[in-house]
Nanobody, 120 residues
């Protein structure tokens, strides 16, 4: 399976964006899926991960309460609603399969990311 993100753009502080993720090659029904982000000079940061059933989503501390992950297995798609955006949310966002690692969430099967830029 490969997951391609889209829907990024440029917004001002406090704005909202909704990212979409389309899966190809395989149905995502049995995968936990989520999002991570990458900024130049920074380590990869886990954003969210949701189980195959859509329940019990996990959010990174930096985005909890502002971002909401959802999935539609009938459309083989995943979404990330981002509200109250901050300049520090600026990054390339990737959609991927995910699982809980020893210290953090790990990700795999990501494809092209989508740029999110938040201006102050």
């Amino acid at each position: 399976v490969q997951l391609q993100a889209s829907g990024g753009g440029s917004v001002q502080r406090g704005g909202s964006l909704r990212l979409s993720c389309a899966a190809s090659g395989e149905e995502i029904d049995y995968y936990a899926v989520g999002w991570f982000r990458q900024s130049p000079g920074k380590e990869r940061e886990g954003v969210s991960c949701v189980s195959s059933s859509g329940g019990r989503p996990w959010y990174g501390e930096a985005v909890a309460g502002r971002f909401t992950i959802s999935r539609d297995n009938t459309k083989n798609a995943v979404y990330l609603q981002m509200n109250f955006l901050k300049p520090e949310d600026t990054a390339v966002y990737y959609c991927a399969t995910c699982w809980a690692g020893i210290k953090d969430y790990d990700y795999d099967h990501w494809g092209q990311g989508t740029q999110v830029t938040v201006s102050s």
